[in-house]
């Protein structure tokens, strides 16, 4: 996926799988803003130099823009809302401003926390590693998991966005963890959480997200079958 230039130099490169919520983040955050990237297929365990010299701590997503590179989701969001400030992912009202960085960090901490126990027993272990996971550490997460989403259904709005009228990042960091879950059968379950789904389907209509699911769904096939 190569569109204009990013910077002065060459696209950037977003190294990563398209399964990890983080990186799925960076990316529609890319195409929200119209930035060309290049995504670079990355397995942190079996990590390329250059994937070594953008992420020190060999986590995904990293980026490399010309001799710059970053790694963390919420580093890489931040440097491309600088470079491409239309439109923003923040809002500018300080409440609603701070209300984004809030879902962001409940989506990349709480949720990732509880979600991460059952992505990693439940599909990237027998999927990937190919040994079989720990079901009770899945189990565990199924119930850490639970009052979370609790939590979101309560405060999704039932038009609109998580901040309000302006669609950003906290939209994004949620969204693309239940995307994640739904890997394994918990993502948004309409009937118990319908204000979650309904927000959540408004966020999956959006171009961006779509663009981004096509290529996600390419990948996926290709190496999961
Ligand atoms: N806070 C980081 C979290 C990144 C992260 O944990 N990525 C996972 C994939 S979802 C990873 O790289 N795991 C590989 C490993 O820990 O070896 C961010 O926002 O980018």
Known sequence: MR??????????QIFGFPLSPFVRKVLVVAEEKGLSVESVLTNPANPSPDFL???????????KDGDYTLADSTAIATYMDALRPDP????TD???????????????TLLAAAGGKIMFNRFVSPRFLGRPGDEDAARQGEADLEPLLD???????????????EF???????????RTLAYVDCG?????????????ARVCARPAWQAVAAREAAVMKSVAG
Do not use: C, H
Request: charged share 25%; aromatic share 10%; proline share 10%.
């Open 3 to 12: 569109r204009q230039p990013a910077s002065w130099e060459n696209a950037m």
């Open 53 to 63: 010299a953008a992420s020190p701590m060999r986590k995904i997503p990293a980026l």
């Open 88 to 91: 923003p992912l923040l809002p």
């Open 94 to 108: 300080p409440k609603r401003r701070g209300k984004a960085i809030w879902f962001e960090e409940f989506a990349d």
């Open 151 to 165: 939590y979101l259904e309560s405060v999704a709005p039932a038009e609109g966005w998580l901040t309000g009228d």
């Open 168 to 178: 950003g990042i906290a939209d994004i960091a949620a969204a693309s963890m239940l």
């Open 188 to 200: 948004v379950d309409a009937e118990r959480r319908p204000a979650t789904a309904a927000w959540y």
